[in-house]
């Protein structure tokens, strides 16, 4: 049995953050593009419980809803994160299967409650048998425990011509600027900048993808370096960013309390990051290479060796 | 915009507390052509009038023809530029500003005008064009790559997929950066850009869109072969309808549209001279001359470098 959520934008994050925060661990959760979703409604419902953003707009929402009549072992549900419906209870006359309003949605749900709809809704009901290794979230780790991580070192690239083009103070709340700019992005995607260095952020995501996969982000933003430059930053000179990944554990400590790690894994992505890594490309060990999705594997090639592992490296776009 | 009575009152307060009645007329035809005063109240020439009658109907036939905005904005510039030399000051300048806010409409200060709150809704106009009125746009025209050859190999309910995710696409490059798509039929689009620096606006939404579908193409595209599309970007002068087939007919988008059928290579973004002379430095870095154009545009398109 599995999750999709219907949205008019394959790009909402918040959507897709929504749908693997809440449902991930409870199988499989999928962000449909309504287009898509016309398309394959009857095979991809098939087993599936499906949220129907209210974003589309009602009348819409009700229109895909009935795409679902007759096919087998389906029910739907509305996510209405603004709170706009008017009568949420409509819904349910029209044989949706839950509502999930701005408080819900933020605040998220349990098993248990997916569970209960999945039984109100008379589907199969032993859906939500969370993996034992799930992800729960960084706040749920216990301190000191070790735990399996992608490690993401990032930072500006080209920083010595930048000093000379921009000056010591400007790089300096670039470098800032970058800092606080990862904390959103790699938030989008499950993950936390952990730890700060001279010139990056050591940044750290889950096993597992929560929402778009960390590598694939990384690339969108080197796709984006002159967009971010300037609408972002605000800089009247080029932008590129570098970025190296591996795949390790680590012991888990709250960032800004990271001093007494002592771990190969996070010296590795450390050298990774600030010896091995060039601007304007994605570097990543062995072991980081099965995190690279198939649709950009083809990007990537071998780069040599680094402290005794081997590495993959993506192609640089043209300036 | 439906003008609540209190803003019409308190717009009817400004007027009297800062202009006679000659200057209020003064800023009316510089709103309405010919708006004659005299002719409106039937008061005669050699009466004076009263500041208080020439508010009354001046706001009356403002609000009547739906140009409060346009009306406050000349208020707004009057108070900063003064007129013919002479400063002037109008008081409540701030509250109107508020109770336009109130309704839904932001200040862009780099075109002194107002424009609807993107967060309450996004219509063509921006909540305050009005036909006729001839405004300096720059225009993103897109256009569908071999769009009958995607129609017939992979039939149409596949292509017209692909082009919802395609116009979703636009929809957010576009609004992102406060501009508004005119035209979405067939294979094809018109977004425009007024507010902001228009010409870098539709740029950067142009080139967000190369970018987008460079992702879209290698990630979410379910027709099994790229969508290619051509875009490109001019900027000028266009008299505002609702008849967008009427404006497809005025100079600045026959350039728009000779730029992308013309010069512009499949999945690349072209810019024309008159886009690229008002771009900063680090933006148009990133463009190449085409020969093809003869020099007439410029080309972006997102390709490999040395590793």
């Known amino acids: 049995m599995k999750v999709l959520v219907c949205a008019a934008d394959h790009e909402d994050k918040k959507l897709a953050a929504f749908a693997s925060r809440f449902f991930a661990s409870c199988g499989s959760a999928e962000l449909v593009p309504e287009a898509a979703f016309v398309r394959t409604a009857k095979k991809k419902a098939q087993a599936a419980l499906v949220y129907f953003d209210y974003g589309l707009g009602e009348k819409r929402v009700l229109e895909l809803a009935a795409k679902l009549d007759g096919v087998e072992d389906s029910a739907w549900g509305v996510v209405d994160r603004g709170g706009e419906a008017q009568d949420p209870a409509a819904f349910f006359r029209a044989g949706a299967s839950d509502y999930v309003g701005p408080a819900l949605f933020k605040a998220g749900f349990s098993p248990e409650r997916l569970e209960a709809v999945f039984a109100f809704a008379g589907l199969e009901a032993a859906v939500c048998e969370p993996e034992e290794d799930a992800f729960t979230g960084w706040s749920e780790i216990e301190e000191g425990s070790e735990v399996a991580v992608r490690f993401c070192y990032a930072a500006v690239g080209n920083q010595k011509w930048l000093l000379e083009r921009i000056g010591e103070k400007r790089l300096g709340k670039l470098r800032d600027d970058f800092a606080a700019f990862l904390e959103s992005w790699s938030k989008e995607y499950g993950g936390v900048v952990w730890i700060r260095d001279n010139s990056g952020c050591l940044v750290l995501f889950p096993p597992n993808d929560a929402g778009m996969n960390p590598t694939l982000a990384a690339l969108r933003l080197l796709l984006d370096r002159a967009l971010i430059g300037y609408e972002v930053f605000k800089l009247e000179v080029p932008l590129t960013f570098r970025f190296a990944f591996h795949r390790g554990h680590t012991m888990w400590r709250k960032p800004g309390a990271t001093g007494s790690i002592v771990s190969e894994d996070v010296n590795f992505a450390f050298h990774l990051g600030t010896k091995a890594a060039g601007d304007g490309y994605i570097l990543a060990s062995a072991d980081a290479k099965r995190d690279i999705p198939d649709c950009i594997a083809d990007l990537f090639a071998p780069a040599g060796e680094f402290e005794g592992r081997s590495l993959v490296a993506s192609k640089r776009f043209k300036d | ?307």
């Not at chain 2, 009306?71 to 003064?82: C, P």
């Not at chain 2, 013919?84 to 780099?110: C, H, N, T």
């Not at chain 2, 225009?139 to 050859?149: A, E, F, G, T, W």
């Not at chain 2, 000028?236 to 309808?241: A, D, E």
């Open chain 2, 1 to 307: 915009m439906k003008i609540r009575s209190a803003l019409s009152h308190l717009l009817k307060k400004c007027l009297i507390e800062s202009l006679n009645a000659d200057m209020q007329e003064r800023m009316a035809q510089d709103i309405i052509a010919s708006y004659d005063l005299r002719a409106r109240t039937g008061f005669p020439p050699n009466i004076p009038m009263q500041s208080q009658t020439a508010a009354g109907r001046i706001v009356d036939d403002i609000v009547d023809a739906a140009l409060v905005l346009h009306f406050v904005e000349r208020l707004a510039r009057l108070d900063q530029e003064g007129f013919m030399g002479r400063p002037y000051r109008v008081s409540g300048l701030r509250e109107l500003f508020k109770q336009i806010g109130a309704e839904g409409y932001l200040w862009d200060s780099e075109t002194s005008r107002f424009m609807e709150d993107p967060r309450i809704r996004r219509t063509p106009n921006w909540g305050r064009l009005v036909p006729g009125e001839e405004l300096w746009f720059s225009l993103l025209r897109i256009d569908v790559v071999k769009n009958s050859r995607l129609v017939k190999v992979h039939g149409e309910t596949a292509a017209r997929g692909a082009y919802g995710d395609l116009r979703a696409i636009l929809a957010r490059v576009v609004e992102r950066r406060s501009g508004r798509i005119w035209s979405t039929e067939g294979d094809g689009a018109l977004a425009a850009f007024l507010f902001g620096h228009s010409a870098t606006q539709s740029v950067l939404a142009g080139m967000a869109l190369t970018h987008e579908l460079f992702m879209y193409n290698r990630v979410y595209n379910k027709i099994g072969e790229p969508l290619r599309v051509r875009a490109a970007v001019h900027t000028g002068p266009l008299r505002y309808g609702t008849d967008v087939a009427e404006m497809l007919k005025q100079e600045t988008c026959q350039e728009v549209i000779e730029a992308e059928s013309k010069w512009t290579p499949p999945d690349g973004l072209a810019i024309t001279r008159a886009v690229a002379g008002t771009l900063d430095r680090v933006l148009l870095d990133r463009f190449a001359s085409r020969a093809e154009s003869g020099g007439r545009a410029l080309v972006y398109t997102v390709s490999w470098g040395t590793p």
